[in-house]
């Protein structure tokens, strides 16, 4: 009686290792796109994921050389928003004031983007309260964040991906 007890905790076992070992690959490599870039065509510069846990909460962020295909990078983001970014996006990616409170996010820094003057950007709101995906007015109106973003920088050639989800 008591095998099949310790039978049963390690079929659990093996069952909670396997659901959360998937849970940690860099998201580069489970997605074959970012945002509609296919990170295998350009050269990964820096790449960090932090989801986890039985929640999956956490940010990525990965950003690429794109100069060695800049004719594939120009046609995916020629549909992107010019910068500056949205007011809502300023605030959430590298913090500030509005109407007189103070938002300290800067996730930008915690993903080593710097301040982009020239470039490109594409939003989605993948919060399951979203009523737009590429809409970010409502996205300091909820309890939790799950949303993606890209900048292009039209400079370097550099993309900067950012993924956050609490």
């Given amino acids: 009686m008591r095998t099949h007890g310790l ?98 996010y800067d996730l930008a820094q915690n993903a080593h983007w710097p301040r982009i003057e020239h470039g490109c950007y594409q939003f989605a709101d993948r919060h399951s309260e979203s009523k737009n995906p590429g809409d970010d007015s409502e996205l300091f109106e909820r309890y939790s964040f799950n949303f993606e973003i890209a900048v292009y920088d039209l400079e370097s050639d550099y993309l900067y991906y950012y993924r956050f989800d609490t």
């Fill in 7 to 104: 039978r049963w905790v390690a079929i659990g076992v093996l069952l909670i290792t396997v659901l959360f070992s998937s849970c940690r690959l860099p998201l580069s490599r489970n997605n074959k796109s970012v945002m509609g870039f296919d990170p295998s065509a350009f050269s990964v510069v820096e790449e960090r994921d932090t989801h986890g846990g039985f929640l999956g909460d956490g940010d990525y962020y990965l950003i690429l050389d794109c100069s060695s295909n800049v004719d594939e990078a120009k046609k995916i983001i020629e549909d992107w928003k010019p910068l500056p970014l949205s007011e809502n996006l300023q605030l959430i990616m590298y913090g500030g004031e509005k109407n007189g409170m103070q938002y300290g």
